[in-house]
Nanobody, 124 residues
Framework: QVQLVESGGGLVQAGGSLRLSCAASGRTFSNYAMGWFRQAPGKEREIVAAIRRTGDRLYYADSVKGRFTISRDNAKNTVYLQMNSLNAEDTAVYYC?????????????????WGQGTQVTVSS
């Protein structure tokens, strides 16, 4: 089992920044590829960013490229999502997820463990 706890969400004005953290406990964090997903009301959960377990390959959804940065610190068992230039369309609950593989996936069904989510609200 891997337990994931997100933090760092909140209310921010358009154009502002937030940094999400996801702390992992349980199994060896470095064995897992990690992903950040988000779900807005009435919409399906979608991939935002992902990172290989070694941290050397990254993925970003087109909607966040150039604005969001995913990173991980395996020594701290934590994955981060730095979000800049936020806009109202970024408002959602953000989830981190762990996949027991070297590679990340873009399909939420391929992840094994999920955090409880953290709300991000961007006011325009």
């Amino acid at each position: 089992q891997v337990q994931l706890v997100e933090s760092g969400g909140g209310l921010v004005q358009a154009g502002g920044s937030l940094r999400l953290s996801c702390a992992a406990s349980g199994r060896t964090f470095s064995n897992y590829a990690m992903g950040w997903f988000r779900q807005a009301p009435g919409k399906e959960r979608e991939i935002v960013a992902a990172i290989r377990r070694t941290g050397d390959r990254l993925y970003y959804a087109d909607s966040v490229k150039g604005r969001f940065t995913i990173s991980r610190d395996n020594a701290k068992n934590t994955v981060y999502l730095q979000m800049n230039s936020l806009n109202a369309e970024d408002t959602a609950v953000y989830y981190c997820a762990a996949r027991n593989s070297i590679w990340y996936a873009t399909n939420a069904r391929e992840y094994d463990y999920w955090g409880q989510g953290t709300q991000v609200t961007v006011s325009s």
